[in-house]
């Protein structure tokens, strides 16, 4: 993991541009960008606060902050009067290098984004600002990230479909459910999602950061009347362990009594430990048990059934 993560990240400095002499299409040093880019986003910002900002030495701040003067880009004024204390503010030719800055870079990740899915663009964002505020804590030594808040959203989500068979095929392939596999998941919930509007039905979404990291159904109709199928229960791999599923669980549970199902039924296979004490914990029994292929692999089956209080 650590080796994978150093060389992404040196793959990233390298696309970005940051071995080169220059960046974003200026004649300017990467350190010199940032720092018009900071002095734009905060008026009246200090060579101090730069520093802080840039997480550089005064010494260097104060040599880079007189280039960009001397270049024309960034002009010094006293602070309400106090000699001692310089304001930097960009002059008309920084505004407009800044102006290029954001132009190129924006044109930059744009390029990238428009080769990407959509929830993988919700995860590059969530995964480089995690990772960011992870080495500032380690940098500075604030100790442990909290990790964003997840939310259950109910009903369908842009990209649920694909984001929910994405995480199956992930689970599933480790016990050598294949194509077969995937596809059944992603047919079968493409075309529950077209019964949403029915009121025995139901879907949520776990979501962070814009991300969908879980995802379960209710269907009301397959399984006859007064019967809910619990189905497509799956919750990302970082996610095991920290409530998600319990959460996700409960959601549909509780729509399961609200609505007034007589019993709640779920197929699944031998071997998923974790996910059957899941199971017990919140009422359900096993019911039945024997070998199938269902999923296109032979496995032994089981099915659990919760009963109404």
């Known amino acids: 993991m650590i080796r994978s993560i150093r060389n992404a990240s040196r793959g990233l400095v390298r696309e970005l541009g940051f071995l080169e002499p220059t960046l974003a299409g200026t004649d300017l040093a990467p350190s010199a960008v940032h720092a018009l880019i900071e002095i ?147 047919a079968g919930l493409a075309a529950f999602v077209q019964r949403l509007d029915k009121p025995v039905n139901g ?30 229960f799956i919750v990302d791999e970082g996610q095991r362990g920290g409530g998600t599923g319990r959460r996700l669980l409960s959601e549909a549970l509780s729509f399961c009594d609200r609505t007034g199902f007589t019993e709640t039924h779920l197929w699944t296979f031998k071997g998923l430990d974790a996910a059957r004490h899941l199971y017990e914990a919140n009422g359900f029994a096993l019911v039945d048990e024997q070998p199938g292929r269902q999923w296109g692999e032979e496995v032994t089956e089981q099915r659990f059934v919760r009963k109404a209080a």
Request: proline content about 1%; aromatic content about 6%.
């Open 40 to 186: 734009e986003a905060h008026p009246a910002i200090t060579a101090g606060m730069l520093c802080t900002l840039l997480s550089l030495e005064k010494s260097s701040v104060s040599r880079l902050v007189r280039k960009l003067v001397d270049a024309g880009e960034v002009k010094e004024e006293s602070s309400n009067g106090d000699g001692r204390t310089k304001c930097l503010s960009l002059t008309a030719k920084g505004q407009g290098t800044v102006a290029a800055i954001h132009a190129f870079a924006t044109s930059q990740v744009a390029a990238a984004l428009s080769r990407l899915q959509v929830t993988d663009r919700e995860a590059v964002l969530a995964g480089l600002r995690t990772y960011t505020n992870a080495l500032h804590a380690g940098r500075t030594d604030t100790g442990r990230i909290d990790r964003p808040a997840v939310t259950i959203e109910s009903g369908y989500r842009s990209g649920m479909i694909g984001r929910s068979t994405e995480m199956h095929a992930a689970f599933y392939r480790r016990v050598g459910f294949g194509a077969y596999f995937e596809a059944q998941v992603a």
């Open 203 to 232: 879907l949520w979404s776990a979501v962070e950061s814009g991300r969908i990291v879980g995802s379960v159904a209710i269907d009301g109709e397959d399984l006859g009347a007064g019967l809910a199928h619990l189905r497509w």
